[in-house]
């Protein structure tokens, strides 16, 4: 084979295989989940719908997992004050694992009015993966305490998973597939994208690299 067809050659394997890279790249797939919440109060049972967002970010051998309410839920008929309400809440795992996750968060930063919906701050908690595989993330119960009270919360709708992650348990290999918006070298896919990405950059420049050497090698040989 001439010099320059060996250089492309070398280069098109190359250019394969940082695409192959990237589509080997493990992916998480994230969804804002409309929750409907039975609210069990101390003054009786309210009803609220709250979208539901769960992200994972990738912490150590586990993965960092944040709850985020984008309306309020329940209400009381007084006012609470700075720091009266503390949230808390579970989250059901599926998939790969089952089971579920305590996440948990700061007391309200301002004070709330009464019989206004209370916004919920963003809850966190850190999961430890048992298994290798897809694990799904799906919102579960909702606890309020207040001023001595205490209001819970369950989904009536049996809501669709917020967050599907393919994890990895310290020292496993990942099991692969594809899922939507979230993260695993830094869980996002787009930071994993970008990560692979580099990687598959990397050994292109090295087949271009090896290329050219074996071409410059070559070429004294062309002259004699």
Known sequence: MSYPKRTAALASAAALAGSAVLLAAPAAHADVVDVNYRCQTPIGVKSAVSPIDIKGVRSGGGYKITMSWQKGVSS??????????????????????????????????????????????DLSGTYTPRKTGKVTFTAATLTIKALGTTTTCAPTNSPKPSLTLDVTVAGGSSSGGSSSGGQL?????????????????????????????????GQPAARR
């Open 76 to 121: 009381s008929p007084v006012e609470l004050g700075k720091g009266a309400m503390t949230p808390s809440a579970t989250i059901r795992l599926g998939g790969a694992d089952s089971g579920t996750l305590a996440v948990s968060g700061p007391a309200n930063a301002a004070a709330i009015p009464a019989n206004t919906p209370i916004k919920i701050s």
């Open 185 to 217: 070298p830094q869980t996002g896919p787009a930071d994993s994208a970008v990560a692979l990405g580099t990687l598959g950059g990397t050994v292109l420049l090295a087949g271009a690299a090896g290329a050219l050497w074996l071409t410059r090698r």
